[in-house]
């Protein structure tokens, strides 16, 4: 393999364009914008910095947060300490960081667009607003609006999410969630360097509906959105038969992060899933053991034992989190009340946000450690109308 062509520059286009050309294969990035700014919180989780160490020990602006509160409707607000703080960055100075090491790595980048791919023979020829390329093989990162409809993950409608949110000039030390009403999704308030990140996710509402929910909650808050900038985007959040579908991976090429859907349907984060499956992708690559055409199988499976059936089995349990009710309450209710009340509740909500938890293995975890008292009798009730069985082992 000559030539590899990675289409996109964010986390995970970024992070496989480093490893592929530090394994010393010729690597050429492309991306029309490359660093920018995207409506999220923009938070690294204990499981990616844990991964990639880099993440921490570099002198890109960062927030560390080991603090979080959570509220819902007639439940009021928790605050829990993070036994293992969240990594917090602008998103434009993370894609910078990870541009820059591709680059330091040996790959060329390329700012443009591509507009079109096109099979030839046993390769690709790339056609860009600066001209035509070929490569042997592509990397797809082009994130959740993937222009390429020949590669990349298919979804409809009901697989994807709206974001949108402010960046405010404010700070404060904490992150915060608030669960809404009749929503599946959420708004956050995240810290960053200079500014607040404060947004909403959520799936089933247009965007309008979604921001004067928001909008209504800064005014709550006393957090001027008239003083902030305003960004909106679409996320992958794919349904459990979007999940048995995906399109990751073909002949000569494999989709990674918002272009292969690995996005997680309950929390929205994605930075995990575009770093690791870029880092995935390109071991694949890499790996002469694989011929070209075995290489799309070879990184499903791998994908699969990773964390893709993982996420396939929180597609079922999201709307049963978001929108499902136990005695007389919503899900996000007991959620807040169990984490007031509950050591063991306390501590799985501490590996969710590390990003240690399987969802797979939630159900089973907290009823191993259940110790037969009122209270826990009743979260083993609650888990089991919240929680269904997993329909697919996870490997």
């Known amino acids: 393999m000559k030539t590899v062509a990675v289409l996109g520059g964010g986390p995970a286009g970024a992070f496989a364009a480093e490893r592929l050309a530090t394994a010393g294969l010729k690597t050429i990035l492309f991306d029309e914008k490359l660093a920018w700014e995207k409506p999220c919180g923009g938070g690294l989780t204990y499981k990616a910095y844990h991964e990639y160490p880099f ?87 082009t994130g959740a609006r993937n222009p390429l409809r020949e ?47 404060v947004g909403i996710c959520g799936k089933g509402e247009p965007a309008h509906a979604l921001r004067t929910r928001l909008e209504a909650y800064m005014t709550e808050r006393d957090i001027s959105y008239k003083e902030g900038k305003f960004y909106s985007h679409m996320l992958p959040s794919l349904e459990t038969p979007g999940w048995r579908s995906n399109r990751v991976s073909g002949e000569g090429w494999l989709a990674v992060g918002d272009a292969g859907g690995l996005v997680d349907p309950i929390t929205g984060e994605g930075l995990y899933y575009a770093m690791r499956s870029g880092d995935l992708a390109s071991r694949v690559v890499i790996d002469d053991a694989h011929g070209i055409a075995e290489k799309a199988a070879a990184y499903r499976a791998v994908l699969a034992r990773e964390f893709a059936l993982d996420l396939e089995f929180a597609a079922t349990l999201a709307k ?76």
């Not at 993950?153 to 915060?176: C, F, N, R």
């Not at 929108?323 to 899900?331: E, H």
């Open 55 to 141: 993440l921490v020990d570099n002198d890109t602006p960062k927030k560390f947060v080991s603090e979080t509160t959570l509220s819902a409707p007639r439940a009021g607000a928790v605050r829990m300490q993070l036994e293992h703080p969240l990594v917090i960055y602008s998103r434009m100075d993370l894609n910078r960081m990870l541009l820059k090491r591709a680059e330091n790595s040996g790959a060329a980048i390329e700012q443009t667009r591509v507009m079109g791919i096109e099979r030839r023979g046993k390769g690709w020829n790339l056609r860009t607003r600066c001209g035509t390329a070929e490569a042997d093989f592509c990397i797809i990162a």
């Open 151 to 197: 590669v990349g993950t298919e979804w409809g409608a009901k697989d994807t999410m709206t974001a949108l949110g402010y960046y405010v000039p404010s700070t404060q030390d904490h992150i915060d969630i608030q669960f809404l009403p009749g929503l599946e999704g959420y708004i956050w308030v995240f810290p960053r360097c200079g500014h607040l990140s």
């Open 320 to 395: 049963r989190v978001f929108l499902g009710s136990f005695l007389c309450s919503s899900v996000p209710a007991r959620m807040v009340q169990y984490i007031r009340s509950s050591p063991r509740f306390r501590a799985l909500m501490q590996d969710l946000f590390a990003g240690t938890q399987p969802y797979g293995e939630l159900k089973s975890r907290l009823l191993r450690n259940l110790n037969g008292t009122l209270q826990e009798a009743l979260m083993s009730f609650f888990l089991n109308r919240v929680i269904p069985e997993n329909s697919r082992a996870v490997l």
